[in-house]
Nanobody, 113 residues
Framework: QLQASGGGSVEAGGSLRLSCKTSGINFRIAEMAWYRQAPGEQRDLVTSITSGGTATYVESVEGRFTASRDYARNTVYLQMNNLKPEDTAVYYC?????????WGQGTQVTVSS
């Protein structure tokens, strides 16, 4: 199970930190990811983070977003700084575990200009 939280409404330039607490998987070896879906758009990858903590980012968030993981809490985070209106979307955490995709319930991020 993946439980995402931390979304909200901020003005452009603001920050939010998303959390995704996991259960039922071996968090220490699972690669994790964050996706987002804007209204009327497809769900797109934002960042993936390896079991060792190395993260890669889509170009549009590079330098503004930072993914991290806490092995003691089985939780992955997404720190989002300098938010822009185009970051407005529902954010989902994700992992591929035992041959199937696991998705969190989504958390809304709204950035006003």
């Amino acid at each position: 199970q993946l439980q995402a939280s931390g979304g909200g409404s901020v003005e452009a330039g603001g920050s939010l930190r998303l959390s995704c607490k996991t259960s039922g998987i071996n968090f220490r070896i699972a690669e994790m990811a964050w996706y987002r879906q804007a209204p009327g758009e497809q769900r797109d990858l934002v960042t993936s983070i390896t079991s060792g903590g190395t993260a890669t980012y889509v170009e549009s968030v590079e330098g503004r977003f930072t993914a991290s993981r806490d092995y003691a809490r089985n939780t992955v985070y997404l720190q989002m700084n300098n938010l822009k209106p185009e970051d407005t979307a529902v954010y989902y955490c994700n992992t591929l575990w035992r041959g199937r995709q696991w998705w969190g319930q989504g958390t809304q991020v709204t950035v006003s200009s």
